[in-house]
């Protein structure tokens, strides 16, 4: 198998737990792992990206642009960004909650969510939306948003791995407390995944 | 053996563990910071790391051990090594005795960095030997071999990531404990002919170290991380076209790799310590080839060497890189720009390919595929801004409130703090290096006596490079204010600890070093302590301060928010906002939003920080205890 997944969003969404665990779950499976992501300065509020490959024969963490089979979007209007990577016939799943840059405040300008998700629909065939405010309150905590979306990625078909691959990911890299509510994660957005 | 996912940094740790390293110290810059942080979590019984005050003294601890036989690492970024050249310098005519690495992280982008220079010249400068990875499982097996090369020449030598190697994870193979070289340090043999650095040492030396690089680029040659990748299957038509060759190294060569599956089959030069560079292999990768294009970060390195090595056999090959305008010569490679320059290479009129248009070459990167996206909404820009709550905003606002109106000018320095140029607050007017602010005031002070001159240093840097400027200040009796945003870490890297702290890498509890007696002692006019998060009290502070004569400063203390518990949230009252905006125009707070013509604090970003609510003029800003919603 070989995957080129890109994850995108603001600084501090979970991005880095999200590729840790696709990583780690790729590694189960004795399959060779890379990956790349934003340190330093640009965290602080800016956009953030990782990059996993998965698969033999890679020389580099990085992808190419048309590369990626599936972007996970922390934020529509970071997907958007990052979607010159995606393959033609590539997976988008996308949280459909904006976060507005502090310029927006500042400067009234504002961005659209709702535009972002418009300009998807028009561009990805295999796109799942994910109403995460909706999904957060519903399992009861906002910190979930990661786990959601590779829910998504993973009902998508465009991972390569299962839920049970991420369900053992995150018995062995989170502390006990936490299985009970991402366990709830995986399980309602298998429920509710909905193509757009 | 064993596998395990790490970053190139974690794997450059290991690496050196494996080899039995004995010390690492260094200080924490992006992208090399990790490397110690891993050292100090993994490392074998009796190793000693330590966050050192600055490179410099990072550099001469880590020689020190190696004169008395240990393996030691040293690691810094690239502006690091600028601070560490001096004992660099000479160490590299003394040598050393146990094996030593000094890791260099370099930074193309620059991504997080004041500059884009390449620590392959200082390798040539001091006359080091020079390892560059080109991944993280690489790095593991170079620093090891790096030690190698170190003890049997007796000399220190560069490893020289970049960031996409240090900071790229791979599953990568390492040894187990059992597997570890463990290397016992014989001491310091005192040997004054030796250690002790005089003119006519430094002249014997010299002859020596001039011979010794050239039996090294010879050993080089043959040294198996050097390669030429000689393609599967033969070109077409090898009558008639240029017989192309790519030369590259780091990262780069990962990059060409990745293209070449699709783009093309032409020999490869991989060159893993570019200095001193592999000559003899270089000759044999030249050798039949017309044109070559040489792919590297930072400067045209190895186009520089391959057209001296041109040059001195009359080798009629053409190099094109940077020199050439064929390769943009700023900035960081990609996956995409390598992939264009290939294929812009290899569709070349054979005969004579001339230089492209240089400004169009700075723009290969995204063309087909961003092309894709042209009809997409505007995106959000999104810089990065101080924290919400960081106890920085509050004291740049201080700042700026007491000197409204006054002729100013505020010097910045690196840290966290830069990020204090942004605006709202707009409040740095100059930033240089580490600890240069200090300089700059009183220079602008020399010129302009009627400013009031400001430096801000935070906390780290005043330990790692502020204090002699504060020295200069006071003996030549300088008119200055020096501000120090003291957040008892060193934030921006990811809080590592200082001087300041009390706390080391080696878990011990040492004393504090105190600011406020360090200035004192240094004999300031005025020196004084306040909370940058009471408004009132810090503007009259900054007030009161900034008119006494001299040198003076205040030094704001208040923890980082980062590693803090948030002491609540606030609340914005509906019925009292009068929806003037002066909290989102005058601070730029990331936890403040104007929803549906309201102002509303983001009960997830929002600290409980006050300022807002110290400056709302209706008294609509209040705060609730607890911090519930912000766990």
Known sequence: MNKNIILCGVGGQGTVLASRLISAAAMDRDLPVMSAETIGMAQRGGSVFSHVRIGNGLFSPMIAYGEADIILGFEPGEAVRMLPYLKPDGAVVVSCRPIMPVTAALTGSAYNGDEMIGYLKKKVENLTVV?????????????????????????????????????????????????????????????HTLNA | MHKEFLMGNEAIALGAIAAGVNLVSGYPGTPSTEVLETAAKRKAHGTYVEWSVNEKTAMEVAAGAAYAGARSLVTMKQVGLNVASDPLMSLAYIGVKGGMVILVADDPGPVSSQTEQDTRHFARFSKLPCFDPSSAQEAYEMVQEAFSYSERYQTPVFLRPTTRVCHGYASINVKDTDEYTVHHPDGFIKDSGRWVIFPRLSYQNHIRIEERNVRLSEDFSAYERNKIYYPQESPKDSSAAAQKGIAAGGISFTYVMEALKSAGTVPVLKVSTPHPFPERLALQFLDGLDEVLCLEELDPVIENELLRICGKFHLPVKIYGKLTHHVKNAGENSRDSVYQDIQNFLGLPAQDAGAPDAAAVQKTDSKTFTAKTADAPALPIRPPVLCAGCP??????????????????????????????????????????????????????????????????????FFASAITGAVNAVYNQADMTLIILDNSTTAMTGHQPHPGTGRTMMGGVSSKVDIEAVLRGIGLAAVETVDPLDLEKAVTCVKRTAEEPGVKAVIFRSPCIAVTKPAGTVRILADKCISCKKCIRELGCPALTVTDGRICADPSLCTGCTLCSQLCPAGAMVMINGGDSNE
């Open chain 1, 131 to 191: 109403e995460s405010a909706k999904a957060c309150g519903k399992i009861g905590s906002p910190k979930v948003l990661n786990i959601l979306l590779l829910g998504a990625a993973v009902q998508s078909g465009a991972l390569g791995l299962s839920e049970d691959d991420i369900r053992t990911a995150i018995k062995r890299l989170l502390p006990e407390k936490f299985h009970k509510l991402n366990f709830a994660a995986l399980e309602y957005i298998r429920k």
């Open chain 2, 392 to 461: 920085h905003r509050a004291s740049f606002y201080a700042v700026k409130t007491a000197m409204k109106g006054k002729k100013t000018i505020f010097c910045g320095d690196i840290g966290c703090y830069t990020l204090g140029n942004a605006m709202p607050l707009d409040m740095v007017d100059t930033c240089l290096c580490m600890g240069a602010g200090l300089g700059i005031a009183q220079g602008v002070s020399r010129i302009e006596p009627d400013t009031y001159c400001f430096a801000f240093v935070g906390d780290s840097t």
